[in-house]
């Protein structure tokens, strides 16, 4: 059994900042790619950040580069989320997503339940 377990999340003034971590724990053999997604009221779940474990590679969607960084501890199986220059836009429910190896062969893809972020103006 594999879980994502996120923390961070809050309520911060526009402007301001927060950092969200999960840390994944279970029955792990290795993880491919980390990464945080968002869902606001109405809208489609989004990949806002993400980094892969086989060179650090990041992706970031437009409207946080330069503000969000994402980072990872490949020790502890964790990935944080940076989160700088708060916009009320970016209000959302945020998910962590990891695409898990439990076997050298079998990799899927799990998620958290999810860290409420609002940001009031």
């Known amino acids: 059994q594999v879980q994502l377990v996120e923390s961070g999340g809050g309520l911060v003034q526009a402007g301001g900042s927060l950092r969200l971590s999960c840390a994944a724990s279970g029955n792990i053999f290795s993880i491919d790619v980390m990464g945080w997604y968002r869902q606001a009221p109405g809208m489609q779940r989004e990949l806002v950040a993400s980094v892969i474990t086989n060179g650090g590679m990041t992706t970031y969607v437009d409207s946080v580069k330069g503000r969000f960084t994402i980072s990872r501890d490949n020790v502890g199986n964790t990935v944080y989320l940076q989160m700088n220059s708060l916009k009320a836009e970016d209000t959302a429910v945020y998910y962590c997503?990891?695409?898990?190896?439990?076997?050298?062969?079998?990799?899927?893809?799990?998620w958290g339940r999810g860290t409420q972020v609002t940001v009031s103006v």
């Open positions: 997503n990891a695409q898990i190896r439990t076997t050298r062969f079998i990799a899927e893809p799990y």
